[in-house]
């Protein structure tokens, strides 16, 4: 078995954000769509979820207080940790220090499901292998930003690029020597 890898499956506004300036994701919900964009193929390779704390809270409060991933081995970074909740560590450990330990180990996908300063310290690190990124066909004008200030430049490769209804999907893999 190769090295996990960690994928960032994330949609977008055209304009580049990944949450509107209330920090929803209201915008995306009425987007026309056909299927699930691949994302029941992809959530079968996932076996490890990392979130920042606000992006879990959101994600529990939009699911009825049920959290989605519970299937998977999750990790919530926060600078206020807690007791673990079944498959939930909840960690202020740096979330690089933590993928690099993931990466050693056998398993699946490592899903980084945001939010961006969690993607960033990734990025930070160089440890993103590849992007899944669907681009909704709408402008929000603010809001949080896919990327933040880059640090550094990264290549990557386009691996494919598809449509689901009247959203757009790239797909980036990152070339290593």
């Not at 979820?49 to 994600?59: F, H, K, N, P, Q």
Request: hydrophobic share 35%; proline share 4%.
């Amino acid at each position: 078995m190769g090295e996990r890898k960690v994928v960032c499956y994330i949609a977008q506004s055209l304009d580049g954000y990944i949450a509107d300036k209330e920090e929803t994701l209201d915008w995306l919900l009425d987007v026309e769509m056909e299927g699930d964009a691949g994302y029941g193929e992809f959530i079968d390779t996932v076996d490890t979820v990392l979130l920042g704390r606000r992006t879990y809270e959101w994600v529990i409060a939009h699911e009825g207080g049920k959290f989605p991933y519970a299937d998977q081995r999750s990790y919530v970074f926060t600078s206020r940790p807690k007791e673990d909740e079944g498959q939930i560590a909840f960690t202020s450990e740096d979330p690089a220090s933590v993928v690099k330990k993931l990466k050693q180990q056998p398993g699946g996908t490592i899903w980084p499901v945001g939010g961006s300063l969690l993607l960033e310290s990734l990025l930070q690190e160089d440890l993103i292998d590849e992007f899944i990124i669907s681009i909704a066909p709408v402008t929000l004008g603010d809001g949080i930003p896919l990327f933040q200030k880059a640090q550094r430049r990264l290549d990557f490769t386009l691996e494919s690029v598809g449509q689901d209804g009247q959203i757009a999907q790239v797909h980036y893999v990152r070339q290593r020597n």
